[in-house]
Nanobody, 121 residues
Framework: QVQLVESGGGLVQAGGSLRLSCAAS????????MAWFRQAPGKEREFVAA????????SYADSVKGRFTISRDNAKNTVYLQMNSLKPEDTAVYYC??????????????WGQGTQVTVSS
């Protein structure tokens, strides 16, 4: 069982930045692909970004390319989402996810509880 805990959400103005963190338990953290999803009010949960267990592969939704950066610190068992140039449409609950399979769909095995990001206009 992998436990994921997100943090770093909050309220920012449009154009601002936030960095989300996801702390993962387990000695096998480095073997897992990690991802961020988000769910806005009244909308389906959508893929944001993913990173493989190694440093080789990352993926981003078109809506966040050039603005968001996913990274991981395996020594700290933590994955990050740096969010720059935030837009009101980025407002959502952001969820961390983990799986041994690198994917961009929502079929990740492990999920965090979510952290709220609100971007004011």
């Amino acid at each position: 069982q992998v436990q994921l805990v997100e943090s770093g959400g909050g309220l920012v103005q449009a154009g601002g930045s936030l960095r989300l963190s996801c702390a993962a338990s387990g000695r096998t953290f480095s073997n897992y692909a990690m991802a961020w999803f988000r769910q806005a009010p009244g909308k389906e949960r959508e893929f944001v970004a993913a990173i493989s267990w190694s440093y080789g592969s990352t993926s981003y939704a078109d809506s966040v390319k050039g603005r968001f950066t996913i990274s991981r610190d395996n020594a700290k068992n933590t994955v990050y989402l740096q969010m720059n140039s935030l837009k009101p449409e980025d407002t959502a609950v952001y969820y961390c996810a983990a799986d041994r399979i690198y994917r961009t769909n929502s079929r990740y095995q492990y999920w965090g509880q979510g952290t709220q990001v609100t971007v004011s206009s």
